[in-house]
Each structure stands twice: as C-alpha cells, then as structure tokens.
C-alpha cells in the first residue's frame, strides 16, 4: 500500500537557518503531495501542495518540488523564525482505483524547533 | 479558519460514559473523514464518508461509532472507552481526490 515516510525529529535550528525536511513516498499511482502543518494545541493546516511530477509547491517561504524520480517532497525553507516552530506532516493522497475522495496517508511528522 | 469547526474542544470522560462528538464543514465538501492522533504516533484514518455514505472503516473498534446525517455533519459516538484511547481527534474534509484535505481543530479527549 501506499506509505510515507520523514526524517525523523526533533530538529532544533537557530533563528535564519535553513531548514530541509526529508520526506518519501511510495506509492502505485500518481498521487498529489502535501505538507500540513500542525502549531501547538491546534489542528493540521495545509501549508503547500503539488498535484504532479516537477511541481513546485509554496507558501510562506516553505517550498517543496514532487520529484517522481526519487519519489521525494522535500520541505525546505531558506530561512526559519522562531514562529515556525511546529510539528510538519508529509502526505499523500491517493490516485488511481476509482477512488472519488482525497484520503491522505501522512508520514510520522517532524517536530521543528527553531531557537532564537 | 479552515471551515471546519468541532465540538467540543476538551473532553474528560470516565469510561462508563456516553459522549459525542460533533464536526461541521462549511465549504460545500463532498466527503468528510475522522482522524485519530496519539502520542508518538502517525495520525490513524478512522472513518470515511462520501456524500454520507461510509466509504472506509480501518478497524476502528466498535465502541467508536461514527454518524454523517447530512455533508455538511459528522459525529463521532463514543462509549466505554478505554484509556488508551485518549487521543485528539481531528474532523476533516474534502471536495474529491486529490485536492487538500481541510482540518478541523480537534477535539482533545482524556479517558479516565
């Protein structure tokens, strides 16, 4: 079946460092990425998406580009602050079977600490 | 705001009780999911419904019983619990494959 899996945490940078969350993916069809994030005492917020093979996703200065070659979504950001302390989820969801709904599959999550 | 909102948010019951719990989506989605998220822990699909049919059930004990009367409404009944169950369980949404899932804030339950 399909399955995600991250870098495992913590990761505790400094203010300004740059930041790489590994995540890879197996999977039988051609699904579309996600990373979520989660802050403290809240629920999962979408933070950037692609949907097919070379898309680059963004927001916020988070980027992550689905490469279908190395199955990878890898979040990177160039510069963190100490508010983008949070747990980051990667996710699939799956493609092909006739399935009519977006059923995610998230990876373990990476708790990010960045230090001022 | 993601247009999913759930109640309550903090939930302490005794494992004899009864409770529910209620999501509510806004955003004219067509299915609507329930995770379950543990300590240390990858969230766990519970339950899915597709235009307020149940699509999936992944094992999920029976003492967990999930409702969806209409789209825009789903429940989630909860009886004779067992601590490990303590968990925060999360409400979600989405208007078909592939597109992002929208999640409510969760509803943080503690079984005594």
């Known amino acids: 079946g399909d399955s995600v899996t991250q870098m495992e945490g913590p990761v505790t940078l400094s203010e300004e460092a740059f930041l790489t969350i590994n995540c890879t993916y197996t999977?039988?069809?051609?699904?579309?990425l996600f990373w979520y994030v989660q802050y403290p005492g809240e629920g999962l917020q979408l933070l950037l998406k692609?949907?097919?093979?070379?898309d680059k996703g963004s927001n916020k200065g988070f980027e992550a580009t689905y490469r279908k070659e190395t199955t990878s979504f890898h979040l990177e950001k160039g510069s963190v602050q100490v508010s983008d302390s949070a747990v980051y989820f990667c996710a699939l969801s799956e493609g092909a079977g006739g399935t009519s709904y977006g059923k995610l599959t998230f990876g373990q999550g990476t708790i990010l600490t960045v230090h001022p | 705001e993601t247009g999913v909102t759930q109640t309550p948010r903090h939930l302490v019951m005794g494992m004899t009780n009864k409770k529910s719990l209620k999501c509510e989506q806004h955003l004219g989605h067509n299915a609507m999911y329930w995770y379950k998220q543990s300590a240390k822990k990858p969230l766990e699909l519970m339950f899915v419904?597709?235009?307020?049919?149940?699509?999936e059930n992944n094992s999920v004990p029976s003492r967990f019983s999930p409702e969806c009367p209409n789209s825009s409404h789903l429940f989630l009944h909860l009886h004779t619990l067992q601590p490990e169950d303590s968990a925060l369980y999360l409400c979600?949404?989405?208007?078909?494959?592939?597109?992002?899932?929208?999640f409510g804030p969760g509803t943080r339950l503690t079984v005594l």
């Open positions: 999977a039988t069809g051609y699904p579309s």
């Open positions: 419904y597709s235009l307020e049919e149940r699509v």
């Open positions: 692609a949907t097919k093979a070379d």
């Open positions: 979600a949404s989405s208007q078909e494959f592939g597109t992002a899932v929208g």
